[in-house]
């Protein structure tokens, strides 16, 4: 029983509390029932929520919750300065410092390692890392953190742009203070949203703070529908694909023909997507039960027509935020042309970085900013351009589509390296001859990626009619529908793992 | 909708998958053939932490200091030379962090008839640093688990600074898959590539495969030049460099030929090559960045291997046989092997086998197959120690939970009995790993040690339990040193 009891209630790094775990929808239940209860009463049910993240933050990240509890502190306390100062002078060292503790805390944890690696291949040093936040933390209170290791707290980089956008945002006047600093600690740490976004602008979050619970039934059957298909796309579909295929290829990309790491390739391009837009599905259903409003973050990106039109419909959330604090900031496109090209390709950069410390990212986020201005100066000339025919839009869609799973090389790879071995097979041990055997061997795994990959290409006007079809269906057709998704998706969780087959001799 | 619905719709959510888990049996239920369903185990929540094995992936990679790549290590190594032996103890071997490499030391075990088995190979070791052998080899042998260098690579790497010795070793002319970083391979014709493990092609009449198991077959000569087989070597690795090159071949006509090109230069033509198996050496003194070697064979003319090493020092060699079992040495043509293992003239054999046979094969079976093995190796090599590995941890996945292959530890009991039975020594793979489920933890460390097949180890994670066999294999070479000062 005692183990039950510390079971619940400490932190252990093997069991994180994310959505795809039992341990995590029991805890939703609990959440719900006293929900049930306080929801009318406004500041009750904030602070509520906000202990509830704390709590949730704690059984993600152990410790950590501390940085975020530091990061609701300092950025409550600025955006007062900068909205009450009366000179301008304050406001703007407010906003200066806001973003400077961010990006702190956001370097420190994420880009260290990086930093010290570079130096130490630029300059053929041996310069170790050691973490003086542990260190500190050791000395003055006797903590035993090991002070060899920086590790990266879950959701920093998500909470920390949620930060400067608040900041910034009072500092524009686009949004007023928040009055209570509980408050604000549920807008930063509001854990359906908490470790993998969407990117919450205060603008949009703020004002549900202030307003009553609703929802109606409407869109609880909406909810509903976006958790039960995050939860399929996760791990019928993500979860399935990495484990049997892609994981195994991109391991040892030399251990497997070219054609496979090509097909490993093309599954990755499926897997980030349905695993990334997966969770931020179950996020918004989740915060929708709750009353809350999250802002879409996917828009079937695998349909964009340009590069440009796949980060209006990828990500949207950062996309935007690097648009709104970066992109536009440096200048945008109020400064000619080759600045425009120059800003593009400093915000891709950056946005590559943000997605990882190395510099496979870098590549990545320099390939799309490539991307981006090769397509501003391809539709200056291209005859297509504004054609609507239906070969036009498929080319279109088929070249983006290439070009981003292209860019997913490095995105995917563990190093350099990794990245030039799986060019090496695909350009020179590609070994077309075992390609039946392969498609035959993998049947499962092809067949899933091909059910991925038509689900995500249907027309927008099927996918509408199964939701509204959802939607309106009594509430225990919805339940049975509930337990046989769930069912379904633990045949594919519990499925024996495909063997290891060889296939060149 | 008021949020106690929701509660409400939920609990009953919960409510309706606790009945389902009681209805379904903890195995599932059989629909057709392979298809059963299956559902979560109330009783089996309760278990789940007892499955759950003791983090050993995490407590070996904090000993070690291994790489991806072995020739970038940090130099820390339990080698002692052999003048200091007088104060050597084992826990004088000593780099940065001692009581945690104990931890990683997981000794050979030896026959009880023959526990200095590996004396012989450790003179030849001594000799070797002591000027007085020339040179000396290890044959690595096993399944896809070393292919592409792994495993063999930071052994020879390690033992190369210690006791001499450059280049690749044997490999094939035609790889079966690329990324050996000591060099590129290319080739002019058609080349075919037959192996005896795997599938074997069925117009091969012969069993001559030679001791890689695999011969890479001459194409038909075109008019245009003689078909060839092109290197580019990376000299910066210690595998790149070489000053000899000795190829394995098999000609069916007398006046067969080969031309040597280096660094596009012709530099040897030989001429006159016998029929039948013959052992080409060449030699070149400076640094070969490239080489060509143009064969003047007929039409299906062999090459069993090429070795590129040092004059002197010790040669280590990867053979890697996808699929293999170990249990195909003695239908090949013995003659043969015979002869070309004579000019290989190895020090020790190791074998590295186990895991294919694991979710297949009758344990007695195969040790009984795998005695036959070590005999015939003991009959063409004879005073040439063995060292046999088992087999790895790998996992199953039941009701969504990995678990250690329930035939893994009959199948380390086999070949560990069949090879102490036959007087050779036995590294226990499976054991040093961490044992009973162990595998999932490699899988799961950050970085990755292992691939998510739960069978195959990644670089890093090869790496860490090659230096648990090399530890293993210099921990004997340090006492064997010490306990035979006097002799």
Known sequence: MIRIVLDIFLFDPEKPLIFTRLFFWLFYVVVLLVYSIIYKERAVRNIFLFAVSLFFYWKTSGLFFLILVFSTVSDFYLGNLIHYSRRKRWKKFGVIMSIFINLFMLSYFKYTYLFVDTVNALFNLDIGVVNHLALWSNRLTGTRFDVSMILLPVGISFYTFQTISYTVDVYRGKVDPVKHILDFGFYVSFFPQLVAGPIVRASEFIPQLYKRYSLSYQEFGFALFLILKGLFKKMVIGDYLALNFIDRVFANPTGFSGFENLMALFGYSLQVYVDFSGYTDIAIGVALLLGFRLPRNFNSPYKATSVGNFWKRWHISLSSWLRDYLYIPLGGNRRGRIMTDVNLMITMLLGGLWHGASWQFLVWGGLNGVGLIVYKLWKRISPYEKSKHWAVRFWKILNTFLFITFTRIWFRSESMEKANQFIRQVTREFNASIIPQVLWSYRLVFLIMALGYFTHWVPEGWKQALLNWFIRIPIWAKLLITVLVIFTIYQSWSADLQPFIYFQF | ?487
């Open chain 2, 1 to 487: 909708m008021k949020p106690f619905r929701t509660f409400i719709f939920f609990t009953a959510v919960l409510l309706l998958l606790f009945i389902v888990a009681l209805l379904i049996p903890e195995q599932g239920v059989g629909i057709t053939g392979d298809l059963r369903l299956s559902f979560l185990s109330v009783s089996g929540q309760f278990r789940e932490d007892s499955l759950i094995s003791e983090n050993k992936a995490e407590q070996l990679m904090a000993a070690s200091t291994v790489t991806d790549d072995p020739e970038a290590d940090p130099e820390t190594d339990l080698f002692s030379p052999q003048d200091t032996f007088g104060q050597l103890t084992r826990t004088a071997i000593v780099p940065a962090n001692a009581d945690s490499l104990q931890l990683s030391v997981y000794r050979l075990q030896f026959s009880e008839a023959n526990p200095v088995l590996l004396g012989s190979f450790f003179k030849k070791l001594d000799g070797l640093r002591k000027g007085k052998v020339r040179r000396s080899r290890i044959l690595h042998f096993g399944d896809s688990q070393i292919e592409n260098d792994r495993m063999t690579a930071l052994v020879r790497y390690r033992l190369q600074q210690h006791f001499g010795g450059s280049g690749t070793g044997l490999v094939p002319a035609i790889p079966l898959y690329s990324g050996n970083m000591a060099y590129e391979q290319d080739q002019e014709g058609e080349w075919g590539r037959y192996t005896f493990f795997g599938k074997r092609d069925s117009t091969i009449r012969h069993n001559s495969y030679g001791v890689m198991g695999a011969f890479a077959s001459v194409p038909t000569v075109e008019d245009a030049g003689w078909p060839y087989l092109y290197f580019r070597f990376n000299t910066f690795r210690r595998t790149g460099q070489f000053n000899r090159i000795r190829i394995f071949l098999h000609s069916y006509v007398e006046e067969a030929s080969l031309v040597f090109q280096v660094n596009d230069t012709i530099t040897d033509t030989l001429k006159h090559l016998a029929d039948g198996f013959s052992v080409v050496d060449y030699r070149h003194h400076s640094r070969v960045k490239e080489l060509k070697v143009h064969m003047g064979l007929p039409e299906g003319g062999r090459i069993y291997g090429i070795s590129f090493e040092s004059e002197g020092g010790l040669q280590v060699d990867n053979i890697a046989m996808r699929g293999g079992s170990g249990l195909i040495f003695s239908k090949m043509n013995r003659r043969q092997q015979q002869s070309m293992m004579e000019a290989l003239s190895p020090g020790l054999i190791m074998l590295q086998y186990g895991g294919n046979v694991v979710p297949y094969i009758n344990p007695d079976f195969y040790r009984r197959a795998f005695k036959r093995e070590l005999q015939f190796f003991k009959e063409i090599c004879p005073g040439v120690p063995v060292i046999v590995i088992g087999p790895s941890d790998m996992s199953i996945k039941e009701n969504g939970v990995f678990k250690t292959y329930p035939n893994i530890e009959p199948i380390r009991d086999a070949l560990q009995r069949a090879a102490l039975e036959s007087g050779f020594a036995f590294w226990d793979l499976y054991e040093a790993m961490g044992g009973n489920n162990s595998m999932p933890s490699f899988v799961q460390a950050d970085p990755p040690l292992a691939s998510t097949d739960y069978v195959h180890f990644t670089p890093l994670g090869v790496n860490l339990v090659a230096e648990m066999f090399y530890n293993a294999l210099i921990l004997e070479y340090n006492n064997h040193s010490f306990e035979d000062v006097s002799q």
